[in-house]
């Protein structure tokens, strides 16, 4: 994709593979993905669908991220949320033109923390940097 064309929807479906892959890879996240997740191609179409419609207000996402999340709350941790954002940021930034990359990692940023703190309601939003793609999440 050139730099100076719009975000569209094939980037973001290529985005999704992409970042999920290393996300079931991950020693942090993998673990919890690949227990609730049992439909991987499924699944990256609900993705790509969600992200479609956030960042391109397609209207193609129909479910409710909140209700998932709180399915798996016990294995999920704050800390987690930050490792997700950096692998998202890394993977948006091998795959998109620096202004896309940048607006897809805005809004992934607040999607994060607005989830971070439905799950978490006791801390306070995530204001720190982002943790390095290598560093653990686990105490």
Not at 37 to 55: C, N
Not at 79 to 101: I, K, V, Y
């Amino acid at each position: 994709m050139s730099p100076d064309k719009d975000l569209d929807e094939a980037s973001l479906t290529a985005l999704v593979p992409r970042f999920y892959a290393r996300v079931r890879q991950d020693e942090a996240l993998g673990p919890v993905f690949n227990t609730a997740i049992t439909d991987w191609p499924e699944h990256l179409q609900k993705l790509a669908a969600f992200w479609s419609s956030v960042m391109l207000s397609t209207g193609h996402y129909k479910g409710q991220p909140l209700p998932a999340h709180l399915r798996h709350q016990a294995q999920i941790t704050p800390d987690m949320f930050a490792r997700w954002l950096a692998l998202w940021e890394e993977s948006a930034t091998q795959c998109l033109p620096p202004q896309h990359a940048a607006a897809v990692v805005k809004k992934a940023q607040l999607i994060a923390s607005s989830l971070r703190m439905a799950l978490f309601r006791a801390l306070p939003p995530h204001t720190g940097g982002l943790a390095p793609a290598n560093a653990s999440t686990r105490p």
